[in-house]
């Protein structure tokens, strides 16, 4: 049996070598030919590449060089010279043949032309191009007859060529970046994709859309060359147009060999998969035949160019197109039929051996067909809208809830691109990378994205997107599977939108729209940890509006509520930092927690609560303290220590809070100065910082802070007088200076003429000479003349150690804590 099928299968595989090599035929030499290309190498010729890669030319006898194009190339010219047996042209070659050239078109590889022009901006359009007042737009444009149907683009929408001001394209897409030109002539499959890549806002104005549908990429002949050599022409036409289609077939794999051998731009493999995705809808071979030919539409082109005056139409274009000899050669045939004969000799000596693996392999075959089945059943009962496509988008298959979900028939959409109708532009544009990553780079992404239905809907899908296994020879397709998600994410909104609003009334007092109690707690609680933590200050402010139960026995409960409105308001405004914290603390009374905040900057936020809450001017007649509703508040600064409490705090300043209340109402209470002394720093070259002492306090807390700030301001000038800054830089920090001093100074003047002080005239001039002497340092500044040590001088002797350390110490007995309650309503315990 061993030796029966080592026999068989020696005779079988000598069939098949004569198969191959037939006597007298397989010493044919082959026959050298060259095709002259239009540009350099890009997928622009992918078809001619795969024919001589994939063995499609040496199969049909042929030798083919391709020789590459460029700027000078001039394909009609080399063909008929003889340099080049075949070229590529454009529909300008009927041009050619009317003035009675020899050429002969052997088929248009591109059923659409793909010349276009790029304007700048969006949503161009040749009347907004041409548009009066604009003056001429510069059009660069190829020259010659290949630029016909662009113009005709404003022909046909009724402005005259004479409108423009058409120039030769030297720089190209250089001279369109930088907007030496208007529009550009362009190819559909090139330059939009650089100005994509670039985010360069740009309206493509194709001819197809004007009505000009002209051809591109013709593939043609000499005429003398066709009657000499039927067979090489026959020959050469079939293969070609048969490795176009094996490159519209396998882009992945011609773009690789373009990428290896033939990439003379140096184009990135993106950029070579956006040129096959828009050469392979220019030539359409989903519909219609590569290299098909429709004389109506080249009678249409002809009738173009004599409008333009190019050409007369004085000749039938019956001898343009290639029509093959019918007559046939049986040579091959008669090879064939001798061969068979002996081929069906051995295949009955094997008969018995392909039974038994016939046998097998329908077994299997049966197994596939139902599992194939079962997988087609599933698809379609799928609850889950499902579309098979490959690449191009193109749909090959679309399931029965594709058809609930989105609207269309299966019949519809098979065949057509689904970016095209079921993405809205704005989402194509933001996911065509990673739609062409799934088809070139193995990326299945999952995406959550909007949809177009067939009734104008905007709906929210959920895909999930998956490989079907490949065939040899078939395109690779994907699986997309899509649940309508767009109830459920309008539900999480809304439930997200009620979830904070539930959130926001449960921190919320409804009245005032301030932080409730409950939240100030929390608040108060995590902002105490936190300090324990960094060691800063906290404080806390407590207030309660006076004599607010006669204020609702006189007004009623209503203007109670809008008088508390206007409290919660006024804090609102005051209580401005991100982590400061006001609230209603119940009642009456409200609370503002101040993180970070010594007790000066805690007692003027009090007082301008309380002046804001007078500002209000509420009448109230039954309060004892004045006609209109005031408050008396409480303010505490408290280190945050491990063993102490939140609690604590809040019972000292309520405890504030009530003595304000008990000693007369409408004023603030608070604990002293802070006791430490700061200790001295060094600053600069031995220059000694001025440093604030408890000692300097004159008991107004508004004073107090005033020279507290003018003490920091100061050395803040200092150390950048002493750091060796430029004027420049320093500039700022005298002239806000010399305002903080002369701030000082009025408000220093208001509460001196609110008191019995009897120097206040002499203080007055004190503070006159002053400024002037501060105006006349600015001058000297200003003019470069002002030396380091006159300005220490004036700030650190003059306006510092003699008038506020030593003439204002005059003024502190009629100032203090206990002669200004009138004035400020500050009371200290």
């Given at each position: 049996m061993t030796i029966l099928r080592t026999f068989l299968c020696v005779i079988l595989l000598a069939g098949l070598v004569l198969l191959a090599y037939p006597p007298g035929l397989s010493a044919e030499p082959l026959t050298p030919v060259s095709l002259q290309l239009r540009w350099r190498h890009q997928f622009q010729f992918a078809g001619y590449y795969a024919a001589l890669h994939k063995g499609f030319y040496r199969e049909a006898g042929l030798e083919v060089t391709l020789k590459e194009g460029g700027p000078g190339a001039d394909p009609v010219a080399d063909v008929l010279a003889g340099r080049s047996d075949f070229g590529i042209g454009v529909s300008s070659l009927v041009i050619d043949y009317l003035k009675g050239k020899p050429v002969l078109l052997l088929g248009p590889v591109f059923q659409h032309s793909p010349n276009i022009l790029i304007v700048h901006g969006r949503n161009q359009s040749p009347d907004n191009l041409a548009r009066p007042g604009s003056g001429k737009p510069k059009i660069a444009l190829m020259g010659g007859d290949q630029d016909v149907e662009l113009k005709a683009i404003f022909l046909n929408e009724g402005i005259s060529?004479?409108?423009?001001?058409?120039?030769?394209?030297?720089?190209?897409?250089?001279?369109?970046?930088?907007?030496?030109?208007?529009?550009?002539?362009?190819?559909?499959?090139?330059?939009?994709?650089v100005l994509n890549q670039r985010g360069i806002p740009h309206t493509i104005l194709r001819p197809q859309t004007y009505g000009m549908d002209f051809y591109g990429d013709l593939l043609f002949t000499r005429t003398d060359l066709e009657k000499s050599r039927p067979d090489v022409v026959a020959a050469f036409r079939a293969a070609s147009m048969k490795g176009w289609q094996y490159a519209l077939d396998r882009p992945r794999e011609i773009i690789d060999l373009i990428l290896e051998q033939y990439n003379s731009q140096q184009k990135s493999r993106e950029h070579l998969a956006y040129e096959a995705r828009e050469i392979s809808r220019l030539i359409n071979a989903e519909v219609i035949e590569i290299g098909h030919n429709n004389p109506g539409r080249w009678n249409h082109i002809a009738d173009t160019y004599q409008r333009f005056g190019i050409v007369d139409l004085d000749r039938p274009l019956n001898d343009f197109f290639y029509q093959q000899d019918q007559k046939a050669d049986f040579t091959r045939l008669y090879w064939i039929i001798a061969i068979s004969?002996?081929?069906?000799?051995?295949?009955?000596?094997?008969?018995?051996?392909?039974?038994?693996?016939?046998?097998?392999?329908?077994?299997?075959?049966?197994?596939?067909?139902?599992?194939?089945?079962?997988?087609?059943?599933?698809?379609?009962?799928?609850?889950?809208?499902?579309?098979?496509?490959?690449?191009?988008?193109?749909?090959?298959?679309?399931?029965?809830?594709?058809?609930?979900?989105?609207?269309?028939?299966?019949?519809?959409?098979?065949?057509?691109?689904?970016?095209?109708?079921?993405?809205?532009?704005?989402?194509?544009?933001?996911?065509?990378?990673?739609?062409?990553?799934?088809?070139?780079?193995?990326?299945?992404?999952?995406?959550?994205?909007?949809?177009?239905?067939?009734?104008?809907?905007?709906?929210?899908?959920?895909?999930?997107?998956?490989?079907?296994?490949?065939?040899?020879?078939?395109?690779?397709e994907v699986v997309s599977l899509a649940i309508d998600i767009t109830e459920r994410r309008q539900s999480e909104a809304a439930l997200a939108e009620l979830t904070r609003s539930l959130e926001s009334l449960s921190i919320t007092d409804c009245l005032t729209g301030l932080a409730n109690r409950r939240h100030f707690d929390e608040v108060l609680n995590t902002e105490y940890g936190r300090h324990v933590r960094s060691g800063g200050e906290?404080?806390?402010?407590?207030?309660?509006?006076?004599?607010?139960?006669?204020?609702?026995?006189?007004?009623?409960?209503?203007?109670?509520?809008?008088?508390?409105?206007?409290?919660?308001?006024?804090?609102?405004?005051?209580?401005?930092?991100?982590?400061?914290?006001?609230?209603?603390?119940?009642?009456?009374?409200?609370?503002?927690?101040?993180?970070?905040?010594?007790?000066?900057?805690?007692?003027?936020?009090?007082?301008?609560?309380?002046?804001?809450?007078?500002?209000?001017?509420?009448?109230?007649?039954?309060?004892?303290?004045?006609?209109?509703?005031?408050?008396?508040?409480?303010?505490?600064?408290?280190?945050?220590?491990?063993?102490?409490?939140p609690q604590q705090i809040i019972a000292r300043a309520d405890q504030l809070l009530y003595q304000a209340k008990a000693t007369g109402r409408n004023r603030i209470q608070?604990?002293?100065?802070?006791?430490?002394?700061?200790?001295?720093?060094?600053?600069?070259?031995?220059?000694?910082?001025?440093?604030?002492?408890?000692?300097?306090?004159?008991?107004?807390?508004?004073?107090?802070?005033?020279?507290?700030?003018?003490?920091?301001?100061?050395?803040?000038?200092?150390?950048?007088?002493?750091?060796?800054?430029?004027?420049?830089?320093?500039?700022?920090?005298?002239?806000?200076?010399?305002?903080?001093?002369?701030?000082?100074?009025?408000?220093?003047?208001?509460?001196?003429?609110?008191?019995?002080?009897?120097?206040?005239?002499?203080?007055?001039?004190?503070?006159?000479?002053?400024?002037?002497?501060?105006?006349?340092l600015i001058e000297q500044f200003e003019a470069g003349t002002l030396s380091v040590g006159v300005l220490f001088q004036f700030l650190a002797y003059d306006v510092i150690m003699i008038h506020m350390l030593g003439a204002d110490r005059e003024y502190f007995p009629f100032v203090s804590l206990g002669n200004v309650q009138q004035l400020y309503g500050l009371q200290e315990p």
């Open positions: 060529l004479d409108k423009l001001q058409i120039v030769p394209d030297r720089n190209h897409l250089e001279d369109f970046l930088n907007q030496h030109v208007d529009a550009l002539n362009a190819y559909m499959s090139n330059e939009p994709f004969v002996g081929v069906m000799l051995v295949t009955g000596g094997i008969a018995f051996f392909i039974h038994r693996i016939n046998r097998r392999l329908g077994l299997a075959l049966e197994e596939k067909s139902r599992s194939e089945e079962r997988h087609r059943v599933i698809f379609q009962t799928s609850a889950s809208a499902g579309i098979v496509w490959r690449e191009g988008f193109i749909i090959t298959d679309w399931n029965r809830q594709a058809e609930a979900v989105f609207g269309w028939k299966r019949e519809e959409v098979l065949g057509r691109r689904f970016v095209d109708f079921l993405l809205p532009t704005a989402e194509y544009q933001r996911m065509e990378p990673e739609l062409s990553q799934m088809v070139w780079d193995d990326i299945l992404p999952h995406s959550i994205n909007d949809n177009l239905t067939r009734d104008g809907r905007v709906i929210t899908c959920e895909w999930f997107n998956a490989w079907l296994p490949e065939r040899p020879g078939d395109p690779r906290l404080s806390l402010i407590m207030l309660d509006i006076d004599h607010f139960k006669a204020f609702n026995d006189t007004y009623g409960h209503l203007k109670g509520d809008d008088c508390l409105r206007e409290v919660g308001r006024v804090l609102r405004e005051t209580v401005s930092r991100a982590a400061d914290l006001a609230a209603r603390y119940g009642g009456e009374e409200f609370a503002c927690i101040l993180p970070d905040t010594d007790r000066n900057g805690a007692v003027i936020v009090a007082e301008q609560i309380r002046r804001g809450i007078e500002a209000l001017s509420v009448p109230h007649s039954g309060s004892s303290v004045a006609d209109h509703v005031t408050a008396s508040l409480g303010v505490i600064t408290a280190p945050c220590e491990p063993g102490g409490s608070f604990v002293a100065c802070s006791n430490p002394s700061e200790p001295r720093e060094e600053v600069g070259s031995g220059f000694v910082r001025l440093v604030w002492h408890d000692s300097f306090c004159s008991g107004n807390p508004l004073l107090d802070a005033q020279h507290q700030t003018l003490f920091q301001a100061a050395n803040d000038l200092f150390s950048a007088l002493l750091s060796g800054r430029p004027a420049a830089e320093t500039a700022p920090f005298i002239f806000h200076l010399l305002a903080d001093v002369k701030r000082h100074f009025e408000d220093e003047r208001k509460i001196l003429e609110q008191t019995a002080f009897p120097g206040l005239q002499q203080h007055l001039d004190d503070h006159d000479r002053l400024l002037a002497r501060g105006g006349e």
